[in-house]
């Protein structure tokens, strides 16, 4: 659930005229216009304000969005829909006073659009009974030449190169391209979408509550190329998916039609008016009254250089809210019932959790948390990055969320680092493969006092791919024992946009007598990438790193 920011997120798409709103009306009285019809072969809704949208009678597809007389609905042969496409579906509609509500039943997925009188916007739900469905997502696909092409999930099928799985592109001029690559954590936009400076069309995404992945999830958000363009609500995915299904009622999302500007924020608000739902009779819809919310005093032990985020979770819902700078308060409201996980994470590293009960109509109050899992806190001999559950600060770390490893942008994977150089974490590469920079080399003096104890070196790793974990070997001398593999996504991820997965700390106890006693000399670790599996390049076994330090 969102709930309002310290700051307004990041906006994916082409906005213009900063600060321009859609103008919506807000009132309950009828549009002029406003209805429907049958065509025969689809229910015809009129909001009565410039958007006449369509719904296949036969399998629930969105087959036609036409905006002030103009159509942007299809591309390719087809429509909007869920998932991949629904088939022979059961689809009924209603009117509840200034509503429209059609039901589309197919086997146990129900999905319902509305339009409102006056509101040029389609509000969409998803619910989900069971794994029918391997995915949870609704694709509006959109004409090709309506709107720009431009971004990292933009590219040319009849120019570009695919160098990658049918969905990674490489342009004439080196850069990667694919519908992974939007780059932006579900926590940092509300929606997505294009603008001509005189017509805009986002994604306005749900509050996620029984969505899958948590608040630092990358998924698919948008896509263009010379078919047409794609816009996503992406409520469960496989690719770098780290919780099970959530099943259940998810929405309203939208798809908002503005005269050029970025959408009303009463859409994506924390309390936006979402009461006129109530009145549909959507089964597993709980209103504002069925909810209840959460309100912690702060944070004790922050570390002033990261934020902090509070996330809530069980079996049935997730939320998350920012924590305020300095003091560490949050509130997060509109929750479903029940017992959560709560989690202070760092950054994205979990350093802190406990549980919280949630009641409907009332607020539970938390007295100040004291974070005691950060593993900044233990003194280092030296750190290469920092604990915070991402691979910041590291080489190609930040170019990896919108670009493939192979983009000619990205700097050499392969090289060592000198710990008493300078800004030695900017020579750690973010990733290490197997097939790619297996044998990572790091250099590092001990004085004598140092070089005559054993040390505990740890290994902070985000995510792997095949089982990818690091082995290390000292001085050529002393060899660690192979680690088991931590829990991890099994899909790709280090190429397709997302280092998150599992954080997990591999610890290696080194002995006095690996050390070189002379304090002039270099001590070497090498680090190498094994695995039980195998593959080439980038998609050889790997991992991506938060953090390597020797603890004094």
């Not at 069971?130 to 092409?149: E, M, N, Q, W, Y």
């Not at 997505?192 to 608040?215: D, I, N, Q, Y």
């Not at 390049?537 to 004094?552: E, K, Q, Y």
Request: with cysteine.
């Amino acid at each position: 659930m969102r709930t309002r920011p310290v700051r307004r997120r990041t906006v994916l798409g082409a906005a213009v005229a900063a600060g321009a709103l859609a103008a919506t009306a807000t009132g309950t009285a009828r549009a002029a216009g406003f209805g429907w019809s049958d065509d025969g072969a689809h229910y015809v809704l009129d909001t009565g304000a410039g958007l006449v949208f369509k719904v296949s009678k036969t399998n629930g597809d969105l087959t036609s969005l036409v905006y002030k007389g103009k159509e942007y609905e299809g591309y390719g042969g087809k429509h909007s829909h869920v998932e991949s496409g629904l088939g022979a579906s059961t689809v009924t509609l209603r009117q509840v006073g200034a509503t429209l509500l059609v039901t589309v039943v197919h086997g146990t997925l129900r999905h319902y659009y509305a339009a409102r009188s006056g509101h040029n916007n389609v509000y969409l739900w998803t619910d989900k009974a069971d794994t029918s469905f391997t995915a949870t997502r609704f694709i509006a696909r959109l004409k090709p030449g309506v709107f720009p092409a431009e971004g990292p999930d933009s590219w040319v099928e009849g120019a570009d190169t695919v160098i990658e799985a049918g969905d990674v592109w490489r342009r004439a001029d080196g850069q990667t391209r694919s519908k992974h690559y939007s780059g932006v954590r579900v926590m940092d936009y509300d929606y997505v979408g294009h603008s001509t400076g005189s017509v805009g069309l986002w994604m306005v995404r749900s509050r996620h509550e029984k969505a899958s992945g948590g608040p630092f999830y990358r998924s698919l958000l948008r896509h263009t190329n010379e078919l047409g363009v794609g816009l996503y609500e992406i409520l469960h995915y496989d690719q770098a998916q780290t919780e099970p299904m959530r099943r259940g009622l998810q929405g309203p999302y939208l798809l908002a039609f503005t005269d050029g500007g970025t959408p009303d924020p009463a859409l994506f608000a924390a309390d936006h008016d979402t009461g006129w739902v109530d009145a549909l009779g959507i089964p597993g819809w709980v209103g504002a009254a069925g909810r209840g919310r959460v309100a912690g005093v702060g944070l004790r032990n922050m570390d002033p250089a990261h934020p902090y985020t509070i996330g809530f979770a069980n079996a049935d819902a997730q939320y998350w809210t920012r924590a305020a700078a300095g003091t560490g308060a949050y509130s997060c409201r509109s929750m479903l019932p029940g017992t959560y996980t709560l989690t202070v994470y760092k950054g994205e590293l979990a350093v802190h959790t406990t549980t919280v009960t949630v009641a409907a109509g009332a607020a539970t109050a938390l007295h100040t948390l004291t974070i005691t899992g950060d593993p900044s806190t233990a003194p280092a001999v030296w750190r290469l990055g920092d604990w915070d559950g991402t691979p910041a600060g590291f080489k190609n770390a930040r170019l990896m969320t919108y670009a493939h490893p192979a983009d000619v942008r990205a700097a050499a994977w392969t090289g060592n680092v000198v710990v008493d150089g300078a800004n030695p974490a900017s020579a750690v590469p973010c990733y290490l493969w197997k097939g790619v920079n297996d044998g990572f080399l790091v250099y590092f003096r001990l004085t004598a006092a140092q070089a005559a104890a054993a040390h505990t070196l740890r290994i902070g790793v985000t995510t792997a791919f095949l089982n990818g974990r690091p082995r290390v070997t000292v001085n050529d001398t002393w060899v660690s024992a192979i680690p088991s593999p931590p829990a991890q996504p099994s899909t790709r991820s280090l190429t397709t946009g997302s280092y998150r997965g599992n954080n997990h700390t591999f610890t290696y106890s080194v002995p006095a007598s690996a050390w070189r006693a002379d304090p002039s000399q270099y001590n070497v670790l090498r680090v190498n990438v094994v695995s039980g599996s195998t593959g080439t390049g980038f998609l050889s076994p790997g991992t991506a790193l938060d953090c390597v330090d020797l603890l004094v």
